[in-house]
């Protein structure tokens, strides 16, 4: 990706540059996560066994471990570090819950980790045409970031995103190897895992919904373990959760704090037919907050609920 100044309607390309060491681009991260990738940090360099995890990350909305690599070269297997990993974290749970609370200072219980959720994310200024391949597949739990630096004092970060239907678990030999026994506890879940659970004249009222998504720039479906979430970039703008007859959309609001100030990115909905509700919540961790809550079903209008969307998405952009 080019960057090009604007001076007196002319373009000026903004100068790509190398970052020096790995741990330059793992210092940047993990100073930025909850705003890179809307994750707590937890540790750097954690060792369990004979690896040593570059960053540990707790991802408090689908309450799951990630684990972020970082990379300057080339020579290295995506597919083989990326399972090896995994099948570590799968093997030893209890390590990677203590060091949350010897680290965090904070109570995590097995039982309210799913690891089935646990992800791995790969980050490097490049990745070659092999590396990005071999992660061609539908269900991979790994997910590869580019990331640039430019003379400006800026930086770009992309994901290569596989557009494959294809299973991992259906390469032959995967039968006992380690991608078959992490398949078995970690999954990558798929929109129609969630639309499968509604009727069919829902689902075509939920196409019409989402075909309006494409008004939205720079927005990704993408389904979780209870829901499916409309994200712009680390950020949801909302999420959906499938009954049999209903969706029931779901937009954070943000907190009102105990001095009368409003968390950041604060939403008041805009909704003159009264449709939406406010649900308060707390996380585990003590946060309590509010969203509103919208049911959609088959013969919901639309183009209504793009306009009460849109203004969760222009809260986040703006």
Same mark, same amino acid.
């Given at each position: @990706?080019?960057?090009?100044?604007?001076?007196?309607?002319?373009?000026?390309?903004?100068?790509?540059?190398?970052?020096?060491?790995?741990?330059?681009?793992?210092?940047?991260?993990?100073?930025?996560?909850?705003?890179?990738?809307?994750?707590?940090?937890?540790?750097?360099?954690?060792?369990?066994?004979?690896?040593?995890?570059?960053? +540990?990350?707790?991802?408090?909305?689908?309450?799951?471990?990630?684990?972020?690599?970082?990379?300057?070269?080339?020579?290295?297997?995506?597919?083989?570090?990326?399972?090896?990993?995994?099948?570590?974290?799968?093997?030893?749970?209890?390590? &990677?819950?203590?060091?949350?609370?010897?680290?965090?200072?904070?109570? +995590?219980?097995?039982?309210?980790?799913?690891?089935?959720?646990?992800?791995?994310?790969?980050?490097?200024?490049?990745?070659? %045409?092999?590396?990005?391949?071999?992660?061609?597949? !539908?269900?991979?739990? &790994?997910?590869?970031?580019?990331?640039?630096?430019? %003379?400006?004092?800026?930086?770009?970060?992309?994901?290569?995103?596989?557009?494959?239907?294809?299973?991992?678990?259906?390469?032959?030999?995967?039968?006992?190897?380690?991608?078959?026994?992490?398949?078995?506890?970690?999954?990558?879940?798929?929109?129609?895992?969630?639309? %499968?659970?509604?009727?069919?004249?829902?689902?075509?009222?939920?196409?019409? +919904?989402?075909?309006?998504?494409?008004?939205?720039?720079?927005?990704?479906?993408?389904?979780?373990?209870?829901?499916?979430?409309? @994200? #712009?970039? %680390?950020?949801?703008?909302?999420?959906?959760?499938?009954? !049999?007859?209903?969706?029931?959309?779901?937009?954070?609001?943000?907190?009102?704090?105990?001095?009368?100030?409003?968390?950041?990115?604060?939403?008041?909905?805009?909704?003159?037919?009264?449709?939406?509700?406010?649900?308060?919540?707390?996380?585990?961790?003590?946060?309590?907050?509010?969203?509103?809550?919208?049911?959609?079903?088959?013969?919901?209008?639309?183009? #209504?609920?793009?306009?009460?969307?849109?203004?969760?998405?222009?809260?986040?952009?703006?």
């Amino acid at each position: @990706m080019d960057l090009y100044n604007i001076k007196k309607n002319k373009l000026e390309e903004i100068n790509k540059e190398s970052f020096n060491l790995e741990k330059d681009i793992q210092s940047l991260v993990e100073n930025n996560l909850e705003t890179l990738f809307n994750l707590e940090f937890i540790s750097t360099e954690f060792t369990v066994g004979d690896f040593r995890i570059d960053t +540990l990350s707790y991802d408090n909305e689908n309450n799951n471990f990630v684990i972020i690599e970082y990379k300057k070269g080339s020579s290295y297997s995506v597919i083989d570090q990326g399972y090896s990993y995994m099948s570590v974290m799968l093997n030893n749970k209890s390590d &990677f819950i203590l060091e949350y609370i010897e680290k965090t200072g904070k109570s +995590l219980k097995k039982s309210e980790v799913d690891f089935s959720q646990s992800r791995i994310i790969f980050i490097s200024p490049s990745f070659n %045409s092999y590396q990005k391949n071999s992660v061609n597949f !539908k269900d991979v739990p &790994f997910e590869l970031w580019e990331i640039k630096k430019f %003379s400006n004092n800026s930086i770009s970060l992309n994901q290569h995103l596989s557009s494959s239907k294809e299973s991992i678990q259906k390469i032959e030999g995967n039968k006992n190897s380690v991608i078959k026994k992490v398949g078995k506890e970690v999954k990558v879940f798929e929109e129609k895992d969630h639309t %499968s659970k509604s009727n069919i004249s829902l689902i075509d009222n939920w196409e019409l +919904l989402k075909d309006k998504f494409s008004e939205l720039d720079g927005v990704e479906i993408v389904p979780k373990r209870n829901y499916i979430t409309l @994200m #712009y970039g %680390s950020k949801t703008v909302s999420y959906f959760t499938f009954r !049999k007859d209903k969706i029931q959309i779901g937009m954070v609001r943000g907190n009102i704090n105990t001095d009368g100030s409003k968390s950041k990115n604060y939403f008041t909905i805009d909704d003159p037919k009264k449709i939406s509700l406010e649900v308060s919540w707390t996380w585990k961790t003590g946060t309590q907050g509010t969203e509103y809550k919208i049911q959609f079903n088959k013969n919901s209008d639309v183009e #209504y609920y793009m306009f009460l969307i849109k203004q969760k998405y222009k809260n986040i952009v703006n």
